[in-house]
C-alpha cells in the first residue's frame, strides 16, 4: 500500500493535471463566500448588529435552497466525467439536457412556493423581530436569483465534468466581481441597505448565466454529432438522473440541517452572538469553497478514469488530490492563525461582535484540517455517482453527532455550537472512508 501511494505521489502528469483543474475550480469557488465576504463587511459597518443578523438569516435561507439543490452541479458533474470517459458525444449533450430541464422545473416551483419556504425556514428561527423584519426584505428580493443560479449550478457542473474548469472560473468571475461592485455601489455610495446587497446579487446573477449560456452554445456546437443519434431524452436516462439527485438531495437536506440549527440556536444566544458566528461562518465558507476545488479535480479525474475503466489512473487521481487538499487545508489554517485578528477586524467595527468573534477564532484555526477529508471524500463518491454513500454518512453525522451536541449548548453556551460542528465534520468524513473501503468498484482488468 505504501509504496503504491508513493509511486501515485510521484507520478508528475497527475500534479499537473489535478493542478490545472483545481487552481481554476479554487479561483471560482472562492469568488462565492467572497461575494457573501462583502455583503458582510458592508453591512457589517452599519451602525448595529441587527442589520449584520438580517444578512446572515437572509442569505442564510437563499443559501440553504441553492445547497438543497446542490444535486445539480453534483450529479451533472459525475455523469458528464463518466460520459466524456467513455467518449460518448451523446451522452455528453443528454447529460447537460436532463440537467436543465430539471433546473428549470425547479426553479418554477420555489418561485410559486417562495412566501411558504419562508414560513418553513423562520418558523423555529429564534432571532429577533428586527432582524426577521430585514431578514424578509433581503430574501424577497434575492430568491428572484435562483432560475439563474440552478441553471449555473448545471452549466459549472457540466464542464467541470468534461474537464473544461476555466470556463465556470469566467462565469463566476464575471458575476460575482459585478456583484461586489454593485454592492458596494448600492449599499455604500446609494445607502440602499440590506435591500441594496439583494439586488446587486441578482442582477449579477442574472448577468453570469448569460455568460454561461454563450460559453455552453460554443461547446455543444463543437460536440461531434453522434450517428443516428436518437431524442436527448430517454426515460431510463433521465429516471437516474433522478435517483441521483434524490440521494444528493437528501443528503444536502441534513447539511442544511447543521447550518440552519447552528444559526437558530446562535440566535437564541443573542444578536451579538448570531452576528459573531455569521462573521466567523464567512471563512469557513471561504475555506469550504478553496478546499473543494481539489474535490472537484477529483470528480472529474476520478470519474473520468472510472468511465474508461482505468484502476491505476483512478486511485492515483484519489490520491494525488488528497495530497493537495491537505496542503491546501494546512495553509488555511496557518493563514487563521496568522491573520485572524486582523480578517476580523476587516469584517466589522462592531465593537461586542468584534470581541466575541476573536475569541472564538481558535475554533476557525483547526476547521481547515479536521474538515478536509469530508470535502475530498465527497469529489471521489461524485466521480464514481455513488450517492448512497454520501447520503447515509450524511445522515449519521447530523442525526446521530451534530443535533445531541449542540445540547452542550445549555452548559457551555456557543462552545458547544461549535464542538457540535466539530463532531460532525469528523463522523462525516469516518463514515465516507469506511464506504470506501466497503465499495465493490469493477474496473477494466486490462486497464490498469
Known sequence: MA?????????????????????????????????GLVDTAVIGHLSDAHFLGATAVGSLIITMIMWAMGFLRMSTTGLAAQAAGQAESYAIKQSLYNAVAVAITLSLVILITQSLIWQAAIAFMQASDQVLSLAKSYYDIRVWSLPALLLRYVFVGWLLGLHRARLPLLILVVSNLINIVLDILFVVYWGWGVEGAAWASVIADYIGLAVGLVVIAAIIRGLKPATNEPSWFQRKAFLRVLALNRDIFIRTLALEAVFYVQT?????????VLAANAVLMNFVMIMAHGL?????????????AFGQGFRRRFWRSVTVS???????????????????????DLMTSIPEVNQLAKEYLVYLVFIPIVAVWSYWLDGIFIGITEMKAMRNSMLVAVFLVFIPLTFTVEFI??????????GFMIVRAAGLAWYLNRLPLTFNEQRV
Request: glycine share 10%; aromatic share 12%.
Open 3 to 35: 509504496s503504491s501511494i508513493i509511486a501515485y505521489l510521484n507520478h508528475q502528469p497527475t500534479h499537473h493535471k489535478t493542478l490545472a483543474l483545481a487552481i481554476p475550480m479554487i479561483l471560482s469557488n472562492l469568488t462565492v463566500p467572497i461575494t
Open 264 to 272: 437558530s440556536v446562535g440566535g437564541s444566544l443573542g444578536d451579538v
Open 292 to 304: 473543494d476545488g481539489f474535490a472537484n479535480a477529483v470528480e472529474a479525474m476520478a470519474g473520468r
Open 322 to 344: 488528497g495530497f493537495w487538499s491537505l496542503l491546501c487545508s494546512l495553509l488555511f489554517a496557518l493563514v487563521y492563525a496568522l491573520f485572524g485578528d486582523s480578517m476580523i
Open 413 to 422: 453556551s456557543n462552545h458547544g455550537l461549535w464542538l457540535a460542528f466539530y
